[in-house]
């Protein structure tokens, strides 16, 4: 599942990336090519179950990002540019909210109307895409007409009504087989978004972050579906990311935080893109395996191996907080808190997994 990071130029989306990732990368000057890195997902039940087992290996889960050259009409026409933005599941859109003379900035610092402008951005290129695949369609009823012709017709038309009134996708209500039916074409303003703002460093940064998306009046575009907002002080991040976990624990108390803004926006983006984990827990690893959320138990087993799903029979099963405070599997056993989940079980944030199988 890869998440794209978008913004305007100057707002220190890559910047954020190469803090998110730890990747080595180059100043892209005109290029467009996109930058693509691995951030593991933070995870204080991961590390408590580690403590409870010591294990040889913790396996923390993971969310591939995609650093996305600065947006604009101009590189929504590029071929190149689009794939890269469209072979993501979610965007994470970085608006400038900061102060600095020696950063250029076109006008005045305001994230909201960087928000119209992109989604604008967004919405006129499906438009166009949803005008052309019309056209195609309305040639092939002519030949034929097909009843998954039809639908694809009547879901594209309301598609491009619901643009021309400049309503994001992500807005419309579709059933799961219209998803289905329009995913190959991965339109821009259908993708999850989060809005990530950049704000400057401040004496009052803990209050300054909380109350920094009212504060730009983002609360309404972040309350609507597959939306969120949050905010991080990118000079601060840079700062963190130099420092071992001590340093950097003491450097977060300092500003009155407990968790760093990327943790909060890694976990934010985790789950925008509607996943969850569930652990494995022994003395030879810890881990977290992604799952989407409102997976059977079977599809659990299938994130550990293909086998595990195909030979699955039960699965032993403890919310991660009731395993540490029974101190052991046979402690929770004991107490009936260990239990015997079949193929129905949905697999809950949480919950400490043990595959039985027949494999």
Not at 156 to 178: G, H, I, N, V, W
Not at 197 to 219: F, H, P, Q, R
Request: aromatic share 6%.
């Amino acid at each position: 599942m890869k998440t794209g990071i978008i913004g305007l130029p100057q707002v220190g989306k890559t910047s954020l990336f190469k803090i998110l990732t730890k990747a080595k990368v180059e100043d892209r000057g005109y290029s467009r090519e996109a930058h693509i890195g691995v951030a593991r997902v933070p995870d204080e039940r991961l590390d408590k179950l580690s403590t409870l087992y010591s294990p040889k290996k913790t396996t923390y889960a993971t969310v591939d990002y995609v650093d996305v050259a600065a947006i604009g009409q101009e590189a929504l026409k590029e071929t190149n540019f689009l794939t890269s933005l469209r072979n993501n599941d979610a965007l994470i859109h970085v608006l400038r909210a900061f102060e600095d003379d020696s950063i250029p900035h076109v006008g005045a610092i305001d994230p909201l109307r960087d928000i119209k402008n992109v989604e604008f951005d967004l919405m006129v290129s499906d438009l166009t895409q949803i005008e052309k695949r019309l056209e195609r369609v309305e040639k092939d009823l002519k030949r034929a007409r097909t009843g998954d012709l039809e639908r694809e017709q009547a879901l594209l038309l309301r598609s491009k009504e619901a643009l021309e009134q400049e309503q994001p996708l992500r807005e419309l209500e579709m059933t799961a087989d219209e998803k289905k039916l329009i995913k190959g074409f991965m339109f821009l303003s259908q993708k999850p978004i989060l809005y990530a703002l950049n704000i400057g460093e401040s004496t009052t940064l803990g209050d300054d972050l909380e109350a920094a998306v009212a504060k730009y009046k983002l609360e309404e575009v972040a309350s609507r579906p597959n939306a969120g907002a949050t905010a991080i002080c990118g000079k601060v991040e840079a700062e963190l990311a130099e420092m071992d976990d001590d340093e950097a624990a003491d450097f977060l108390l300092s500003y009155g935080l407990k968790d760093s803004g990327l943790t909060r926006l890694i976990r934010k983006s985790y789950e925008l893109l509607g996943l969850i984990s569930f652990f494995t827990a022994g003395e030879d690893e810890c881990r977290a395996w992604t799952i989407p959320a409102g997976s059977k138990a079977p599809q659990g087993a299938g994130a550990i191996h293909s086998d595990l799903e195909h030979h699955f029979i039960r699965a032993e099963t403890i919310r991660w907080d009731a395993l540490l405070d029974a101190g052991s599997e046979a402690n929770a056993r004991s107490r009936g808190t260990l239990r015997l989940e079949g193929k129905e079980y949905i697999v809950q944030d949480g919950d400490v997994m043990h595959i039985r199988h027949s494999g």
